[in-house]
């Protein structure tokens, strides 16, 4: 009497494991978002609702309010999704000019694909003027800190955010 069954005592052990790999991720992301906006590059902001808050995050910018970068990392707990996370640069409530867009595409051509630019989110209330996906692998995952920080500096994700923050009309 008094014994856990084997299934039962397996399936606590993996559910505490999965607990602490999403603590972790969470805390990398927040981390990585934390040191943007110590760097003045925007301001860090958790998601509003309970829908997104185990799923994404934000570095809102100083001078927009509906301007953003995204960090969705949901599918890294996904074993159909390859442990990917999305960095997006978005826009929520707004149209955007197609001058604007079309000035982004020319600058930025080498170093997004063209199905990377524009795609809408699931609400279709927010415009992702960029997206792109990035598999990781378990060294990337133990620093996930310096994955998102380097590769949206490497990736020019941040020069593009601050030169929509300053320069458009958004």
């Known amino acids: 009497m008094g014994h856990e069954p084997i299934d039962q005592k397996y399936n606590r052990q993996k559910n505490r494991k999965i607990y602490r790999v999403k603590k972790h991720v969470e805390?990398?992301?927040e981390s990585a978002l934390k040191s943007l906006e110590e760097a003045k590059k925007g301001k860090y902001v958790k998601p509003l609702n309970n829908i997104n808050k185990d799923r994404l995050m934000f570095l809102q910018s100083n001078n927009k309010d509906n301007l953003m970068i995204t960090v969705?990392?949901?599918?890294?707990f996904d074993i159909?999704?390859?442990?990917?996370?999305?960095?997006?640069?978005?826009?929520?409530?707004?149209e955007i000019e197609e001058k604007t867009i079309e000035e982004l595409k020319k600058n930025y051509k080498n170093?997004?694909?063209e199905n990377e630019f524009l795609s809408w989110g699931s609400n279709g209330d927010i415009l992702h003027l960029v997206?792109?996906?990035y598999k990781i692998n378990h060294k990337?995952?133990?620093?996930?800190h310096g994955f998102?920080?380097?590769?949206?500096?490497?990736?020019?994700?941040?020069?593009?955010?601050?030169?929509l923050s300053e320069n458009t009309q958004l």
């Open 27 to 29: 805390r990398q992301v």
């Open 72 to 76: 969705l990392y949901e599918e890294l």
């Open 80 to 94: 159909e999704k390859e442990n990917c996370i999305h960095l997006i640069i978005e826009v929520q409530n707004k």
């Open 111 to 113: 170093t997004f694909k």
């Open 131 to 133: 997206s792109k996906q």
């Open 140 to 144: 990337d995952l133990t620093n996930l």
């Open 148 to 163: 998102i920080a380097d590769t949206l500096e490497k990736d020019s994700f941040i020069k593009m955010f601050e030169e």
